[in-house]
């Protein structure tokens, strides 16, 4: 239980930290990258994101009994020091999951009205089948679509998944969500390379929004170049911050690396850390998640005649990013990477599909299952 007001340091970057946090006592905001021992002289939580390397050198003798991350990978944190000092630590898997599941949809939609498709009438195969993966399966079945799901890790305890060769021969769509490994029994650095681009079935829509280097990307543009029938959507990059431009513009979308960053899985990143402090103080969460997002700029409308696809773009337009990023490609190496980086660090401003309440729907049960709130009729 808590006896008294904490200090508390957080990265002045966190949205919404000082209200979340302020309940258990002093919150301190900075530059994440600027943190040093003599900042943490007095600090009793630590909340950072992956530009604050938390390691012996930071920590120093400081007082500090809880270290927070507001980022799914924890590269950037000790592990053995924290245990070696019994420092508390969390990090907020999933916390940005559904702005990636939206990223897919949104760009999925987009991609079929151009192609002169119903996504009801193609097969989706799941590549990697964890918080993102898991989440994308939830929405693609509530939309009554056909899905294969590859995840070997699962598939030793559970049923209803399939081999990676499966998914390449059978998927319209392969949606790519693993994480990077060069180890272990299942690497997945250059899990897709030539051999199993061959594999691809016609008129295939290939989407990376995972990790870079889980597609070899010179594989990648080789085989695009003979097999013009293939359909890349990319938003992660083998050697970022550097993108290959041919490669892009082989491309029907390219991002760079910003399929989750959402403004909601921000700040709910942020809140799981709270929700963790909580739990070890052995105090109850008093606020929930809604309690910090503010209401979006569109936060209401009537469907009409909108489309799926024209709310979807209310809400989020890849082309946006796409039509950035395709500005930078020209410009020398050195640059190129400065812009994407740039690209990222002054990202807008982006809301999830449940900010936004919709009338009227035509077809309640398909806006639901893409993400949606339903406003209560009458």
């Known amino acids: 239980m808590l006896n008294r007001k904490l200090n508390i340091l957080a990265d002045e970057n966190m949205p919404q930290v000082e209200a979340i946090f302020s309940r258990f006592g002093e919150v301190t905001l900075k530059n994440g990258r600027e943190f040093s021992a003599e900042d943490l002289s007095e600090i009793d939580v630590l909340l950072v994101r992956s530009i604050t390397q938390v390691n012996e050198s930071l920590l120093g003798g400081s007082p500090v009994q809880f270290v ?12 053995k020091c924290l245990q070696s000092r019994e420092i508390a630590f969390s990090n907020a898997p999933g916390c940005n999951a559904d ?19 119903d996504p009801k009438d193609r097969t989706f195969g799941i590549v990697g089948v964890g918080n993102v993966g898991g989440r994308l399966q939830k929405r693609l079945q509530a939309l ?22 499966e998914v390449l021969r059978k998927a319209d769509v392969i949606c790519l969500h693993t994480p990077l490994t060069d180890k272990g029994e299942h690497p997945t650095h250059h899990l897709i390379s030539g051999s199993e681009l061959a594999r691809v079935k016609e008129n295939a829509i290939i989407i990376n929004a995972g990790r870079g280097p889980v597609i070899d990307n010179a594989a990648l543009l080789q085989v695009g170049k ?10 992660v990059w083998e050697h970022e911050p550097l993108v290959d431009a041919e490669l892009a513009e082989r491309c029907a979308i390219v991002t760079p690396h910003i399929a989750g960053y959402s403004y909601d899985g921000k700040v709910r990143g942020t809140y799981m850390l709270y929700q963790a402090l ?29 489309t ?16 950035m990023l395709r500005q930078t490609l020209a410009l020398p190496e050195s640059e190129k990477k400065q812009a994407f980086d740039q690209l990222r660090k002054q990202y807008r401003i982006r809301r999830e599909f449940a900010s936004l ?22």
Not at 68 to 79: Q, Y
Not at 144 to 155: A, M, Q, S
Not at 308 to 321: A, F, G, N, S
Request: aromatic residues 6%.
């Open 144 to 165: 009554g679509y056909k899905i294969l799901l590859n995840d070997p890790l699962r598939e030793k305890n559970e049923e209803d998944f399939v081999g990676l060769n």
């Open 68 to 79: 927070g991350t507001a980022t799914i990978g924890t590269d950037h944190i000790d592990h």
């Open 357 to 378: 309440s919709v009338s009227g729907a035509t077809n309640p049960k398909q806006l639901e299952a893409i993400g949606f709130k339903l406003a209560a009729e009458g």
């Open 308 to 323: 799926p696809l024209e709310l979807t773009q209310k809400v989020y337009d890849p082309r946006i990013d796409d039509y």
């Open 226 to 235: 003979k097999r013009l029938d293939l359909t890349f959507v990319l938003d």
């Open 278 to 306: 909580c739990k070890h103080l052995g105090e109850p969460c008093e606020k929930t998640l809604d309690d910090f997002l503010p209401v979006a700029e569109l936060a209401n409308v009537e469907q009409g005649e909108l």
């Open 99 to 117: 702005a990636v599941v939206e990223y897919v949809l949104s760009s999925l939609l987009l991609i079929a009205e151009h192609q002169g498709f």
